[in-house]
């Protein structure tokens, strides 16, 4: 195809991910008709693809309330939590230590200040999961509050650009929990032993989703590994986070499509990233233990495409010749630049099983990821996406991969 045909097949690839499918939320139909659009467009392409099942749930927010007396304050359910309907005292904690002196069992728990600073791991997630946070969890569940209310601010690092965050975002944690505004929290904290009144009308769904891979090439021994998630939050477009990076891997599956090289290529589709248990994460690596030695790069793509800035490409332990031959794709291409390092990528698993790896995203983002307030948002939509940028990408792939092969 042609840079023109490219773009225009780019810009209809999004139309289908961000407005023709409403949702692409973990376990709901449209991230079912997400990854059976990138199924079907590999075959196209002439990909030979594989699609992996998994077991999720997914998640109906019917709304919460609370009440103290005659004073009704503002929450939202956490995602993936129970619902409950509870009347109780309302007890506050502020720090670790002060839960674990408190008597919360029964009660009614608004978790506040520094022990809400920051959104903590689901109680499973294996890839980062510090600590202070295992601790918070489990003291949680041996004290058995009724439910939990917790009032947060931001925390675009770990939670996104939402405000407030959920503090507790976890299919496996029981404790019903809402979540609130830091400001709501301090007016709440004034009914401190008060009786109060929480509903919540949170309902977990038993449902399928699906991880989709395509292969293409001659030694299984030697293979480069292209990924991108293709998940996004409930509640958002998930634009660049991360339409671009699925959109970006179709692209390249077309400058691929006569690929015949000594490289074993993957593209990978994964179903998880913004999910609290990533399934199609843990079920790759399940069915790749042993074989991370045989991964001579994964290219990660996540949060590209941002219309501000050039692409970013951030390099993580790539041997000295995949680096000078990166060098000079950089000097090839005009929009893209070297990126500074980040962790919060589906890379990771591939560093953290001593692969080499490449994060592509946008300069911008990764110049304001503590600070913006875009992502499992609203706000990312089509409307700050550059499709250009997109196609871009793809050929400086394609060119890295031929010339990879070649040497």
Not at 358 to 365: D, E, G, K, P, T
């Amino acid at each position: 195809m042609e840079n023109d045909e490219l773009y225009q097949k780019c810009v209809s690839d999004l139309e289908k991910l961000c407005k023709e499918i409403p949702e692409r939320s973990v376990g709901s139909e449209g991230n079912r008709q997400a990854t059976s659009y990138f199924e079907k467009e590999l075959s196209s392409s002439g990909w030979k693809s594989e699609i992996s099942e998994l077991d999720v749930i997914d998640w109906e927010d019917g709304g919460a309330a609370l009440h103290v007396a005659d004073q009704s304050f503002h929450v939202l359910a956490s995602p993936y939590s129970l619902g409950c309907s509870v009347q109780a005292p309302l007890v506050s904690v502020s720090c670790l230590e002060e839960l674990k002196r408190k008597d919360i069992s029964g009660k009614i728990l608004l978790l506040h200040n520094d022990i809400a600073k920051e959104q903590l791991m689901p109680k499973n997630f294996v890839f980062y999961n510090p600590a202070e946070h295992q601790k918070i969890i489990a003291l949680l569940e041996q004290m058995g509050p009724a439910a939990i209310i917790s009032a947060t601010s931001r925390n675009a690092a770990l939670a996104g650009g939402s405000y407030p965050f959920p503090l507790i975002e976890d299919g496996d944690f029981d404790i019903p929990s809402v979540y609130m505004t830091e400001e709501e929290g301090k007016k709440l904290l004034s009914c401190t032993g008060m009786p109060t009144m929480l509903q919540s009308r949170s309902t977990r769904i038993p449902a399928k989703s699906y991880n989709v891979a395509a292969r293409k090439g001659k030694n299984k021994d030697e293979r480069i590994v292209l990924t991108a998630h293709i998940d996004a939050k409930k509640g958002s477009p998930g634009a660049i986070d991360n339409a671009t990076g699925v959109v970006t891997l179709l692209i390249l599956a077309e400058l691929l499509k006569n690929y015949d090289g000594d490289r074993y290529l993957e593209i990978v589709a994964f179903n998880g990233e913004d999910y609290y248990a990533a399934p199609g994460q843990m079920d790759y690596i399940k069915k790749n233990q042993g074989r991370f030695d045989t991964i001579l790069l994964n290219i990660n793509i996540d949060g590209a495409g941002y219309k501000e800035g050039k692409s970013a490409f951030s390099f993580f332990d790539v041997p000295e010749t995949i680096k000078a031959t990166s060098n000079e794709m950089l000097a090839r291409f005009d929009g893209i630049t070297e990126g500074k390092l980040w962790p919060q990528g589906d890379h990771s698993i591939f560093i953290q099983y001593g692969c080499p790896a490449i994060a592509v995203s946008s300069q911008w983002f990764l110049e304001h990821i503590d600070s913006q307030d875009i992502t499992h948002t609203p706000k990312d939509n089509l409307e700050i996406v550059d499709g250009r940028k997109l196609v871009e990408i793809a050929e400086a792939l394609h060119w890295l991969i031929k010339k990879t092969d070649s040497r």
